[in-house]
C-alpha cells in the first residue's frame, strides 16, 4: 500500500514554484555571506588586477592567430612549432613598421589636434551661435550658459589634474609598471597557448567527477566555440572598419585622418552604438572644414557601411551570439555602468560565457530534480469506446 503524501511534501517539497523561491533564498543568503566576508577575496582581486591582463591580451591574440596556425598546419604542412615561430617573425616586423612608420604619423596628428583644439572648439561654438540665430528653439543666453557649463566642466577637471599630480606619480608608475608587465609576457603566453592549447581542456577534466567530465567538456569547448568566434568577428570588421576609414579619409583629405580611423575601429567594437559614435568627431571635422567636406564624410561612410554590410560581417560569419538585441542593449547598458568602456567591449563575451554555464547548470537541474518532468498518463483511465457507424 503506498503511503500517503503528507501536506508538507505537497505543498513544498513537491511544488515548482516553493522549490524555486527556496533555492533564490539560498543563492541570495549566499551573495550576503559573501558581502560580509568580501575582505578575504581582496588578495585574490588583487592577484587577478596583476596576472589577468596579459592572459586576457594572450586570450585575443590566440584567437586571432590561432585560425593562422591551424591552416599552416593543415594546408602547408608546416610542424606547428615552425608556423608559430614565422607568425611571430611576421608580428614582429609589423610592429617594427607600426613604431617606425605609423605611430609617428598618427603622434603627429594627435599632437596638431592638442594644438589646435581651442581653434577648433572656436570654431564650433561659431557655428553653433550661426545655426542657432536662424531658429527660436534655443535662446543665445542658454546657448552661452551651456558652453560656459561645458567650459567650466573642463577646465574644473584640468584643474583637478593638475593638482592632484604629485599625488597620483606612484599610480602612474603602477599604471606603467604593469602596461610593461603585460606587454612582455603576453607574447610568452600566446606562445604557450598556441602551442598547447588544444590540451587543455584534457587535462583539465580530471580534476572533475568522471559522470560530471563529458558534459563540462562540451560546455568548455562550446564556451571557446562560440567567443572564439566572437573575438574573431569583431576585431576582424574593428580592423577592416580602421583601414577603410583611414584610406577613405586620406583620399578625400580630411585633417587627422590617421586619428579619426584608428578612433572609429575600436568604437566598432560596441555593437548597435559604436557606429554612430564614430561618426560624430568625422562628421564635426568635416562641418568645421567646408559643406563640400561635410558630403564627402557622409559618402566615406555610405561606402564603408555597404563594405562592412554586404562583404565583411558576411564574411566573417562567427561574430553572431544568437543574442536579441534588447539583450545585448541590456547586457552593454549594465556591463558599461558596471565596469566602463572595457565592460562595454568585454560584456557580450562574458555574457555569453554566464549565458552558457547557467543553461548547462538548469539542465542539470532539470533532469536531476524531476520537477520538470512530464506527467505520466493514469493507467486507471478508462479509454474512450469508439463508436460504430451505421
Known amino acids: 500500500m503506498e503511503k500517503q503524501k503528507t501536506w ?13 523561491m527556496f533555492d533564490l533564498i539560498l543563492v541570495l543568503l549566499a551573495i550576503l555571506l559573501f ?13 587577478l588586477g596583476v596576472v589577468a591582463p596579459p592572459f586576457l591580451l594572450a586570450g585575443i591574440l590566440f584567437y586571432l592567430t590561432v585560425p593562422i596556425i591551424n591552416w599552416m598546419e593543415a594546408k602547408l604542412n608546416f610542424k606547428r612549432g615552425l608556423a608559430i615561430l614565422l607568425l611571430f617573425i611576421v608580428l614582429i616586423g609589423l610592429l617594427a613598421w607600426g613604431i617606425f612608420k605609423f605611430v609617428p604619423a598618427v ?6 589636434i592638442i594644438q589646435s583644439w ?6 564650433f561654438t561659431d557655428w553653433l551661435t550661426e545655426l542657432n540665430s536662424k531658429q527660436n528653439l534655443i535662446s543665445q543666453k542658454d546657448l552661452n550658459h551651456i558652453g560656459q557649463e561645458i567650459m567650466s566642466a573642463f577646465s574644473g577637471k584640468q584643474s583637478s589634474i593638475l593638482s592632484g599630480t604629485v599625488s597620483q606619480i606612484q599610480n602612474v608608475i603602477g599604471i606603467v609598471g604593469n602596461v610593461v608587465v603585460t606587454i612582455s609576457t603576453a607574447p610568452i603566453i600566446l606562445f604557450f597557448m598556441l602551442k598547447d592549447g588544444d590540451q587543455f581542456v584534457p587535462n583539465l577534466l580530471p580534476i572533475f567527477p568522471t559522470k560530471a567530465r563529458a558534459s563540462i567538456g562540451d560546455m568548455l569547448t562550446e564556451m571557446n566555440t562560440k567567443v572564439g568566434s566572437y573575438v574573431q568577428g569583431q576585431l576582424t570588421v574593428a580592423l577592416a572598419v580602421a583601414i577603410i576609414f583611414m584610406i577613405g579619409y586620406s583620399v578625400i583629405g580630411l585633417k587627422y585622418a590617421l ?21 560624430v568627431p568625422s562628421l564635426i571635422m568635416g562641418l568645421l572644414t567646408s559643406p563640400k567636406m561635410l558630403i564627402a564624410v557622409i559618402i566615406v561612410f555610405f561606402i564603408e557601411w555597404l563594405l562592412e554590410t554586404q562583404l565583411i560581417s558576411p564574411l566573417v560569419m562567427g561574430s553572431k551570439l544568437e543574442m536579441h538585441p534588447i539583450t545585448i542593449v541590456v547586457v552593454l547598458l549594465t556591463a558599461g555602468n558596471l565596469f566602463g568602456l572595457l565592460g562595454v567591449i568585454l560584456g557580450i563575451p562574458g555574457f555569453a560565457v554566464i549565458k552558457i554555464i547557467v543553461s548547462r547548470f538548469f539542465a542539470w537541474y532539470q533532469t536531476i530534480s524531476g520537477l520538470y518532468d512530464d506527467p505520466e498518463p493514469d493507467d486507471d483511465a478508462t479509454p474512450p469506446v469508439p463508436t460504430q457507424k451505421d
Open 8 to 20: 508538507f511534501y505537497r505543498r513544498f517539497l513537491n511544488n515548482k514554484f516553493a522549490v524555486v
Open 259 to 279: 586619428v579619426l580611423g584608428l578612433i572609429a575601429g575600436p568604437l566598432n567594437l560596441i555593437p548597435y552604438f559604436g557606429s554612430a559614435l564614430a561618426m
Open 107 to 112: 603622434q603627429q596628428q594627435a599632437t596638431s
Open 118 to 123: 581651442p581653434t577648433l572648439w572656436k570654431q
Open 35 to 47: 558581502t560580509k566576508i568580501a575582505w578575504v577575496f581582496e588578495p585574490v582581486v588583487t592577484f
